[in-house]
């Protein structure tokens, strides 16, 4: 079927990804110790997640810290189509 673009809509998958098992990590006391010590120090952080888009927008200067164990849905209401889900949480997930 053509799609608003002209060209050829890439056909439906008959049978469902699976999504990786959930790796539920509540790394919030971590992450805040850390942003508390470079804070002190007076260290630059850079957050980072899967760091896949490094590239966009202007050189972000500090020391990476990662969100990417951060991760776990932690509220889904189906019925509203929302959830509330760590930063680091995959869309997979």
């Known amino acids: 079927m053509p799609t608003s673009r002209g060209s050829?809509?890439?056909p439906r998958s008959?049978?469902?990804a699976k999504a990786p098992a959930a790796k539920?990590?509540?790394r919030a006391e971590a992450l805040a110790q850390a942003?508390?010590?470079a804070a002190a120090e007076r260290r630059a952080l850079r957050i980072v997640g899967g760091d896949t888009r490094f590239f966009?927008?202007?050189a972000v200067e500090g020391e990476?810290?990662?969100l990417?164990?951060?991760r776990g849905v932690t509220d889904y209401e189906p019925s509203e189509l929302v959830i509330t889900a760590?930063?680091?949480t995959p869309l997979a997930e």
């Open 24 to 26: 539920d990590a509540d």
């Open 8 to 10: 050829e809509a890439a």
């Open 68 to 70: 990417a164990g951060h």
């Open 35 to 37: 942003v508390r010590e």
């Open 86 to 88: 760590r930063a680091g």
């Open 14 to 16: 008959r049978t469902p």
């Open 56 to 58: 966009y927008g202007r």
């Open 64 to 66: 990476p810290l990662s």
